[in-house]
């Protein structure tokens, strides 16, 4: 048995913001942003079969299903049964012929964008439009993005690069997600076990909110932030000049002016807010306040009795304040 490749090959003009959707289960998806009006999509099949007259059978019977409409163009893979392309080739009763997908497209950048996948893993990079990505087990890359983005998962781990200010509504289940932006205008990020961390400046008059169950948050500030802690057994470490308030399951943490307000939730997850590494600031943070000679003393003295780590120490000569 050999691999033959094939190749479909789709495309229709949906103008600069129309709509664009792609449904698959397990390929391989690349999809591209692009500066003209029209939607490409380029499908490659790697058929295992006895002869290239099998291969051809096969190709014909699995090739991809599309809708084009006014403004708009659908993609989807064939389904039998819900069992994805994978198995497609059994289904039909082809020998024992197997075939492995990927599919990349290149839309116009400031399209409508919608992906729905189970096992695929995904890369989408250069959107400014508005953005719906679904996925369960596959990992998802978004690079170089903007506008409104939705994100649905449950697995799979969720990597997000913006290059101007975004809308981010995310939720998943157990896989972890990072999100760096020049600005979130609004965030609503919600998981039960996946980690999170986010560096950006958070908009002051946006809704932003992270909720999780056992996820930690790891977050790296650029400008004035209100930042709450919610959680039953949370511990906090903030290692940037603040001022807190309040009880210890229900805790403020003001860092620089507070001008924005961000809210985390949780019924065990930890919080680590330091400085931004990849994000730059918009403006200077408040300066750390300087240690006194005493309580350098103090805190070294701390140290040596084992009631503060390393860490703390450093931090705390450093002029900056950590709460547990």
Do not use: K
Request: zero cysteines; glycine letters at 10%; a negative charge.
């Amino acid at each position: 048995m050999a691999t033959y490749v094939r190749t479909q090959e789709i495309a229709h003009h949906i103008g600069a913001r129309g709509r664009f959707a792609l449904r698959v289960t397990s390929s391989d998806v690349e999809l591209r942003a692009g500066d003209g009006p029209t939607a490409s999509v380029r499908v490659q099949l790697e058929l295992r079969a006895d002869s290239e007259e099998e291969a051809d059978e096969l190709f014909e019977r699995v090739r991809f299903n599309h809708r084009a409409a006014d403004g708009s163009l659908e993609v989807s893979e064939p389904r039998r049964n819900e069992a994805g392309i994978g198995s497609i080739a059994r289904l039909l009763g082809i020998g024992s012929s197997r075939l492995e997908a990927s599919v990349s497209a290149e839309v116009p950048r400031d399209a409508e964008v919608t992906f729905e996948g189970v096992s695929a893993d995904v890369t989408a990079s250069g959107f400014h439009g508005a953005q719906q990505y679904r996925t369960v087990s596959g990992d998802l890359v978004l690079d170089r993005i903007a506008g409104a983005v939705r994100v649905r998962g449950v697995s799979g781990d969720v990597s997000l690069r913006a290059d101007d200010p975004i809308r981010l509504e995310m939720n998943t289940v157990s896989g972890d997600a990072s999100a760096f932006a020049p600005r979130f205008d609004e965030l609503r990020l919600v998981t039960v076990s996946g980690d999170v961390e986010l560096e950006g400046e958070l908009a002051a008059r946006g809704a932003h909110r992270i909720e999780t169950v056992s996820g930690d948050l790891s977050l790296g500030v650029v400008d004035g932030l209100t930042l709450e802690v919610r959680g039953l057994s949370s511990d906090t470490r903030v290692s940037v000049p603040h001022r807190s308030e309040g009880s210890r399951d229900r805790r403020r943490y003001i860092i620089g002016g507070g001008d924005a307000n961000l809210l985390f939730s949780s019924m065990s997850g930890d919080v680590s807010v330091h400085p931004s590494r990849r994000v730059a600031p918009s403006g200077p943070l408040q300066p750390a306040t300087p240690v006194e000679d005493d309580e350098q003393l103090a805190i070294l003295r701390a140290l040596e009795a084992g009631e503060i780590d390393v860490e703390e120490a450093a931090a705390r000569l450093a002029g900056r304040r950590t709460d547990a």
